[in-house]
């Protein structure tokens, strides 16, 4: 079956420290790797994906995933957080069986930074 | 945001009454979809509509219509629906949903709760 597990519901960390919200997935084929954000009361925003090529993918707002085939995981990180990036995170996998454009999401991550 | 609208933002509704959601993309894409999005779950796809053609249909209450009169333009028909379909309904636009590389972009949803 194919899926997507983000095995923390929440995540806090500090202001100015790194941070990390874990994806792992599985799926027959290549996979097609996507993050989201999504802020209260507002619809999912896109982050970053990874398709082929570099296994470290930089996005938006200074995020970036990093794609690892043999564990198959692909966390997204940020070298110093701030509060306002306190958000629900989705990591999200496009089957390369799907002409359809169907995308798998994960149950999301909370991510609380204090400051 | 502005690019993925959606009318209206908040819908309370009775089981017997129908309703419609709205959603309009203002970004030239060719392919919209409808998820739904409860709390504690992965977001579930719905419906794709690739060129106003339904192209998935996630095995959906027949409770649920969908209709797409163009690529800009794609509408939720809902009746007699559950408590249990209170959630947050989300529509995404995408240009090419056939290719791997291709991106969705979200509304803002709608937050239907059904009495």
Known sequence: ?????????????????????????????NPYLFWYVQYPNRGLQFLLKYITGDNLVKGSYGFEAEFNKSQTSFHLKKPS????????????VRPGSSNTGKLIFGQGTTLQVKP | ETGVTQTPRHLVMGMTNKKSLKCEQHLGHNAMYWYKQSAKKPLELMFVYNFKEQTENNSVPSRFSPECPNSSHLFLH????????????LCASSQ???QFTDTQYFGPGTRLTVL
């Open chain 2, 96 to 98: 090419t949903p056939t």
């Open chain 1, 81 to 92: 957080a701030l509060v306002s990036d306190s958000a629900l995170y989705f990591c999200a």
């Open chain 1, 1 to 29: 079956a194919q899926s997507v597990a983000q095995p923390e519901d929440q995540v806090n960390v500090a202001e100015g420290n790194p941070l990390t919200v874990k994806c792992t997935y599985s799926v027959s084929g």
């Open chain 2, 78 to 89: 809902l009746h007699t629906l559950q408590p249990e379909d209170s959630a947050l309904y």
